[in-house]
């Protein structure tokens, strides 16, 4: 299922209306990719922007009776978080809630915050390399907090690289048994 702006949702798009954001021909050409955050905060929707196409699922959800934490229509997950302590602990719940499904989360992209990486957090991550696809860090780019737009903004390399990264390592890893193909 295609996680739709809110206006779909409530009825007030009619068919053949662009929407705002609305994917492109040449868009689908990159391959779709489906960002989660493991919590508030991690800067899901600003990584969203950054890797465009892409989906903002928001927070990932403990699943319900029947219902998988995600729908993610066979795009690769990148479920995004923060280099905290506790995010660490929310990214292994997030983890947890993904796979209780038999999805599996293609890239795990931790975000710094700007300050050192507690030991406690880092130890964390390490034991969830081993059940994500790939792990990307996320430098700290003090040019998002002045933008507007994300996508807009003047990245540094380092940043760059890291947004091309993780778009790679979604793409390459995906998931298991399932190929994504933009054109059907």
Known sequence: MRPMPAQVRRGTVRPGMAL???VTSSDEDLGEIAVAGAHGG????TLA???HPAWDLGVVQRPGRGS???RTGGRPIVLVTRNTTTAA?????????VG???????????????????AAASYRFQLLAARVGGVVRVPFIA?????????????????RRSIAGIRAEALSRGRPGVHYDPHP
Do not use: C, F, H, K
Request: glycine share 6%; charged share 20%.
């Open 68 to 70: 998988p934490a995600v």
């Open 100 to 118: 209780w499904y038999g999805e599996r989360v293609a890239v795990l992209a931790i975000v710094s915050d700007g300050m050192p990486e507690p």
């Open 143 to 159: 040019a998002l907090r002045a933008a507007d737009d994300p996508a807009q903004a003047d990245l540094p390399r380092r940043a």
């Open 42 to 45: 991690a800067g899901t929707t």
């Open 89 to 97: 602990a929310r990214a292994t719940a997030a983890v947890n809630a």
């Open 20 to 22: 705002p954001g609305a």
């Open 49 to 51: 922007a950054l890797l």
